[in-house]
């Protein structure tokens, strides 16, 4: 098989995977030139990645909870929750934040753990439970926010999760020298993580691609991240909210792929009887995966508010509704058992790209929630169409 063969076959068989990337890239390209390369500055990929990090997070566990065949819509609001229940703590209690941050996590380890029990153990939909705790938790954000209606944070450690950058040891030709280092790190691991997984494949004779395309996608991939990190570092290097995100998606990456409890999520998905009578405990997995969503929307609600240095009674609104948009755009199916991590992180920047380059061509917002929705339909019909094909 040729490389161009090869690499057609690629394409067809792994659209889905692919597709997103694509996406991102003509989106990044058209608005690119329709401003002029403003779309592509350094001050405003930072924003928009700062803007993406809160919605990300949420974007991670959503995919786990869609990949198990189920729905969460209370995530929003229980991130403007726990984001305020922070603000209070560290505002009122005066509390400091390293007691304040494990905390917040913990309420929201138990709040979703909660939302698990009614589903696995109850029976409850998890579309009817997670809406009922949806108007609860918008309840619980409107009573703590009553008095003031606006809780101001002044602690700027916390604050600086959401508005501060690492510090730059030093700068070289105008660039960041630690977001270049973190870049080129970041490269190295991603390199090495390919080669140990060919290798992985190799051993136990599993089929790999050619030699050429493998090296082809290390350098695609290891070229965009370096164009990243250089853009990121012309401005004030890798903000704490980025690092943060990373830092969930490399973890997150890890137990999707590489554990034995990655694999029961993704069997869970693809059938549960099937799991089930393979000896998975199906109610443990739900458990774990709502636990973790929900520890996930108080991390998202600690990164909002300390982004607005405060906490709002409108915190959370329609959080939920970017992460499901982004967790479906970046191939996660509605059918459940398929969907990446790092597939919802790219979905989640296109959901965000689009809203970015709108605003900078000025479009209404009108017709943003009308394009934003159009993405959305299509994603979720090519999820459709791609999956009778195969059948």
Sequence with gaps: MNFL???????????????????LFVIMLTFSILTDGLFMSSRNISNLLDATGYIAVLAVGMTLVIVIRHIDLSVGFAAGFMGAIAAIMLSQLGMPVYLTIPIILVLGIVIGMFNGVLVASVGIPS????????LIFRG???QVTENTGTIIVKDKTFNAIGND????ISNVGGLNLLSLIIGALIILFFIYSEFSKRHQKLKYKFEVVSKPIFMMKLVFVSAIIAYVTWILAGYNGF???VVITLIVVVIYHFLTTRTVLGRHIYAVGSNPEAA???????????????GS????????????????????TTAGTLFELDAIAAAYVGGVSAAGGVGKITGSIIGAVVMASLSSGMNLLG???????MIRGAVLALAVIFDVMTRKKRG
């Excluded at 690499?7 to 990337?21: E, H, P, Q, T």
């Design 276 to 290: 089930h009578l393979s000896g998975i405990n199906v109610k443990k997995i739900t458990y774990i995966v709502f």
């Design 363 to 369: 479009v209404g917002i009108s017709y943003q929630y």
């Design 5 to 23: 063969t090869e690499a057609k076959s690629l394409l067809k068989v792994n659209i889905r995977d692919y597709g997103m990337y694509i996406a």
């Design 127 to 134: 579309f009817v439970s997670s809406l009922a705790a949806m």
């Design 293 to 312: 969503m929900g520890m996930l929307s108080a991390l998202s609600g600690i990164m909002y508010t300390a982004r607005l240095q405060s906490a709002t």
């Design 140 to 142: 619980a954000l409107l």
């Design 165 to 168: 950058y690492l510090p730059a």
């Design 239 to 241: 903000s704490w909210t």
